[in-house]
């Protein structure tokens, strides 16, 4: 039996993708490999959002050149947003790569799949992809220009993919889009994600409901009533801010201001008090002053999020702000302002998590780790815990008697 091995890095759409391909191959008969060294089929799904993703996408090339040369019968194929429209170039620059196809796609020497190729014993928590491609073209941003124009699936058509995960066995689903607010604007009818998480909230033996990641701009009110109202879903959403100053917003052309993101936090937690908010941030992006920085750190210290995703702007090839603007704040200070919010967002996250000791919690539990059980509130918040039974996919009730920025320990009650 033929063997294969994928290498993923970047989003959950890159994970959900690669889940997808390699039950795709398991059902053409492979048999998946723990590393490259023991496989006949070698998948890289690459990631470029990045600078530092992209040179470890390189780098792991550069690792498989050795191999590819010394077992020149290894199919060595390339995916994820590496990949253009013209793989010219990448051709000429990585010649030890036999295939590149479009992140998304499926091999072009496969057949495709006939039937949604399904994971046969999916994790306790699985990502659903519902919607590809970004039509915002932020100026920063390559995705767009990778994955192409948004494109959502049938609602029909993600309902019978999650029911049919839910009876092999998976809990928990997180529906994944490079924006879930512009979900089904392209179907006829043009339903929305409020109205697929009311489908999905029916659906028996499902016991959690995330999405991600939602684009302020877009977000509806219509959906934050279905988060509050639906008891599936999990009152825990990304919103990805990017900065606290306006002009460096206009400039990165995300199409709403401070205050309308603080408007739109507001209501929100007018309507769920719980709400577990994440966020991400650009910072260093062309021209962006101290005091244009220090307007995000202010909106760090004012909303106080639980979970911020931290990233230095680096200029993405084919982008606007690759074309038009000079990438000229200097990487030390680059460096500075990352490891200042990092402290910052250090102190938030302890705070809010040391509110929880001693509280009780719901756990889903998702595997095992170092001899302990491992999973997540609600609220998104990692917990451990010991307990002898076998805990997989169960709601577990906790008591949590310890707590840090990133994770919490509980304790079993009853």
């Known amino acids: 039996m033929p063997k294969y091995h994928i290498w993923t890095i970047g989003c959950q759409m890159n994970k959900a993708e690669s889940e997808r391909l ?88 496969l057949e495709s799949p006939k039937e949604l190729p399904l994971p046969e014993k999916p994790n306790v928590a699985v990502y659903v992809p519902i919607i590809q491609g970004c039509d915002n073209f932020c100026s920063y941003c390559i995705v767009p220009y990778r994955r192409g124009r948004e494109k959502s699936r049938p609602l029909a058509e993600i309902v019978g993919e999650v029911r049919e995960l839910v009876e092999r066995g998976a809990k928990e689903v997180t529906l994944l889009g490079q924006n879930v607010d512009s979900y089904g604007h392209d179907l006829p009818g043009k339903p929305e994600l409020a109205d697929l998480l009311y489908e999905l909230n029916e659906l028996e033996g499902l016991l959690r409901i995330r999405f991600l990641t939602n684009h302020p701009k877009d977000m509806s009110l219509k959906l934050v009533g279905a988060v509050a109202s639906l008891d599936k879903v999990c009152e825990q959403l990304t919103l990805p801010v990017q900065s606290g100053s306006n002009a460096i917003l206009k400039a990165m052309g995300r199409g709403y201001s401070a205050e309308h993101y603080r408007k739109l936090v507001a209501e929100i937690r007018a309507r769920i008090p719980d709400i577990a908010l994440s966020t991400d941030i650009l910072l260093g992006f062309p021209s962006e002053t101290e005091a244009q920085f220090q307007e995000t750190a202010d909106l760090l210290s004012e ?112």
């Open 22 to 109: 390699g039950s795709h191959l398991e059902q053409l008969g492979y048999e998946a490999a723990a590393s490259a060294n023991e496989a006949e089929l070698v998948v890289l799904n690459s990631c470029v959002v990045r600078q530092s993703a992209e040179d470890r996408v390189v780098n792991k090339l550069a690792n498989l050149k050795a191999l590819k040369k010394s077992r020149p019968d290894m199919t060595l194929a390339v995916t994820g947003c590496l990949v253009n429209a013209d793989t010219t170039k990448l051709e000429e620059r990585f010649p030890h790569v036999d295939y590149f196809f479009k992140p998304g796609e499926y091999p072009q020497w």
């Open 303 to 414: 909303l106080n999020f639980d979970t911020v995703h931290i990233a230095a702007y680096s200029p993405r090839p084919g982008t606007f702000a690759a074309r038009k603007l000079e990438d000229n704040v200097p990487p030390a200070e680059k460096k500075r302002r990352l490891e200042y919010l990092e402290r910052l967002q250090e102190g938030i996250a302890s705070t809010i998590n040391a509110r929880l000791k001693g509280k009780t919690v719901e756990v889903l539990a998702e595997g095992e780790k170092g001899g302990r059980w491992w999973g997540r509130t609600r609220g998104d918040k990692l917990v451990f815990f010991n307990d002898s039974r076998d805990c997989r996919g169960k709601l577990i009730k906790l008591r949590v008697e310890k707590t840090s920025p990133w994770a919490l320990q509980g304790i079993v009650e009853g």
